[in-house]
């Protein structure tokens, strides 16, 4: 059975850290490109990073750019996503997705766009208070 269970979701303040972590199982982890999204009530969800496990090449949306990294334990089969200067506009639900092979993202005027999706998480809440 595939699973990708997201953690680490928290109430923070302005100018806060978090650090998101997406644990995969039911599939050949290595052979994935793990992604992390989020939606805010209201809106459309938007494609935040994305990083190929195989060359572990990342991408990020401009909006995160320098506050955000993503990283693979391998070992662990996990995802993070750290988040760093928070602010109450990074207030969604995050989600981990996965897909096989490559991150399938294109780019326009600095926002990161993702092609389709095979599996995902449940989401976990980061809420940032002003």
């Known amino acids: 059975e595939v699973q990708l269970v997201e953690s680490g979701g928290a109430l923070v303040q302005d100018g806060g850290s978090l650090r998101l972590s997406c644990t995969a199982s039911g599939f050949t982890f290595d052979d994935y490109a793990i992604g992390w999204f989020r939606q805010a009530p209201g809106k459309e969800r938007e494609a935040v990073s994305c990083?190929?496990?195989?060359?572990?090449?990342?991408h990020y949306t401009d909006s995160v750019k320098g506050r955000f990294t993503i990283s693979s334990d391998n070992a662990k089969n996990t995802v993070n996503l750290q988040m760093n200067s928070l602010k109450p506009g990074d207030t969604a639900v995050y989600y981990c997705?996965?897909?096989?092979?490559?991150?399938?993202?294109?780019?326009?005027?600095?926002?990161?766009?993702?092609?389709?999706?095979?599996?995902w998480g449940q989401g976990t809440q980061v809420t940032v208070s002003s």
């Open positions: 990083m190929s496990i195989r060359d572990g090449r990342t």
């Open positions: 997705a996965a897909v096989p092979s490559f991150c399938p993202v294109v780019y326009y005027r600095g926002v990161m766009h993702s092609g389709e999706f095979k599996y």
